[in-house]
């Protein structure tokens, strides 16, 4: 988008770590805003964002105009992922991740990247644009990066700005949601209901705080889960004052990762054992084989960057 | 798709004319077929389309499984193109260019082709993979072949195998009508109605076929025209039986292709004449012809191949 932060930084700075060459994109998408969102007051600080993209190691800067996105106007190609596009903040705003699946395709088909770097923080923009690249047979892999916070907890983005200093304070009650639930489940509390409950007590301190939604999701699908476990998605997302803010975390990634590693282990262990072909449709051994490796990977949680 | 013929066979000679080598993809895609529509009984021959892609100089044949198409099932990416989708063709058969983007989208991307040639018969859906490769800002050239006839005039198509004796003689008025519109407009006529109400009668001297559309339209855009001109597409659907049949033409093709090779010469004159850069982004005058040079080529006509 733009309004770039340490947050960026820390994708831009990933992404110069394992790749020759770093492009920075900065758009403000018109597509994926509501009717009554904030397109129009979105900080735009184009030179800032350059000065940041440039120390952060970017190579180049990407900024297309709204006409060299979307040349045909309302008469154009949108790009949809059905069913995950209406789940957590697809919910909330209608249309939304259709303007990000949209806008990231184009982007995606015109740098073509080995690789792209997205942040945790949009947990359900990630598992949306994995399911549009493994959809759309784009060769990218999306690599997803930590939640950058403030020293208070305040996780980093370009719409805090818009807060005042109560509000700030006010905000607060998103991280130690987030916080307090992670501590729960590391004790062993996995009944979404409870989790759940938990966190609305914790909103329910800070009426000033509109909840929009408090999940617990299978972190891939999206859908609700009524048992945590490793790889589930607890997420939220309020308004403090009338600024829309989310945070998230994926429970027992430690554990998922640890649990990974053994079933891709396992599925190339057992491939391996099989017979691996480099022509595997002639070898419907090799083809289950190379399925099972291949969901194995698809499995690995969003936070194992 | 597949059930391969002839006009198939002309587009990968048009291919293999112009490219070093010819990927031909034979995919019956579901998701371009109506819940009431041919899908299961749809013609598949795939090793008489081998052999005849082999024959007419094809160097791969892509052959997914709808399961390597749709990994994730009705949970998938789809892409739109909003308001061409829903002419024409579109009109009659919701969702079928939905599908159509949706497949084609993935095959550009998966096989990365510099030319993608497809046959004029199916006009509309040129329109629709024309505006989504631009928007989606895939680096192909999409190459129109004219239409391949019998020599009795019927248009080439897969489904014709659908038809009786009967049902096939019936089917002449679609090549019939679209050749005295052809006629009627080299004569001068260029009233909509006019060439409407002409095929119109065409039609009712064979009660059997039932019209499905009859259009004079802008064939980029696919919008009604009261007036023909160059570049109006005409085209008519209707079932013969059960089987729906298509045809088409383009009005004054030698006309349009004068008129753009002039506007085509003049923009690039012209952009000679205003100095052109290498770095356009410099230089506001050389970016004004570039752009009128490529909106000039992008006005070039389907059958200009």
Known sequence: ???????????????????????????VNPTQFGPN???????RTFDAD??????????????????????NGPDSTFVEVEGLSTRLDGASRPGHFRGVATVVSKLLIA??????????????????????????????EIVVCPIVRDPDGLALSSRNIYLSAAERSQALVLSRTVHQIESLAAQGERRATVLVEAANQLFAAVPEVRIDYIELVDWATLLPVEVAAPGT?????????KTRLIDNTIL????????????EENALEERDQEGYSLHPQTNEEARRCEKEASTALRRVPMNRF
């Open 233 to 241: 998605l607890f997420a939220v997302a309020a308004y403090v004052g």
């Open 37 to 43: 969102e904030d397109y129009s007051r979105y900080p």
């Open 252 to 263: 027992g990634s430690d554990a998922v990762l640890e649990h990974l590693r053994r079933v």
């Open 111 to 140: 740098a073509e990247p080995d690789r792209a770097f997205f942040g945790q923080k949009d947990a359900a923009q990630v598992a949306v644009l994995r399911r549009m690249t493994t959809d759309l047979l784009l060769p990218v």
């Open 1 to 27: 988008m733009g309004a770039l932060h340490t947050g960026h930084a820390s994708l831009i700075r990933a992404a110069k770590s394992s790749c020759d060459q770093v492009v920075v994109s900065i758009f």
């Open 50 to 71: 350059c000065a940041l993209a440039e120390s952060a190691g970017a190579t180049a800067i990407f900024a297309p105009s709204v006409e060299d996105l979307y040349p």
